[in-house]
């Protein structure tokens, strides 16, 4: 059973800049794909980016050229790095990931491609 463990929420101004880790265990990380959702308050859980095992990225319009994910298999973990923060992106930020087995017949970028979720970690951006 794979765990997820996101970290580094928080509080920043427009315009600044937070990293979120997701530390993964029970599995073999390098066989899966991960990807970050994100959540704000009223609307549905939303894509934001995703990294496949060879690693190929994806990213939502909105985020392109701010947010960059990256893979670190030695540490099984996978980071989120954002920068250029708005008040539009503030929403509670989920891991997740599909572990090579599991098929669901979905898109990477819904959450019914992913097995495996974290709590979420709070971003919060202040105008």
């Known amino acids: 059973q794979v765990q997820l463990v996101e970290s580094g929420g928080g509080s920043v101004q427009a315009g600044g800049s937070l990293r979120l880790s997701c530390a993964a265990s029970g599995g073999t990380f390098s066989m899966y794909n991960m990807a970050w959702f994100r959540q704000a308050p009223g609307k549905e859980r939303e894509f934001v980016a995703s990294?496949?095992?060879?690693?190929?990225?994806y990213y939502t319009d909105s985020v392109k050229g701010r947010f960059t994910i990256t893979g670190d298999n030695t540490q099984n973990s996978v980071y989120l790095q954002m920068n250029s923060l708005s008040p539009e992106d503030t929403a509670v930020y989920y891991c997740?990931?599909?572990?090579?087995?599991?098929?669901?017949?979905?898109?990477?970028?819904?959450?019914?491609?992913?097995?495996?979720w974290g709590q979420g970690t709070q971003v919060t951006v202040s105008s």
């Open positions: 997740a990931a599909k572990s090579l087995l599991y098929s669901s017949g979905s898109y990477y970028y819904t959450t019914n491609f992913y097995n495996y």
């Open positions: 990294i496949s095992r060879s690693g190929i990225r």
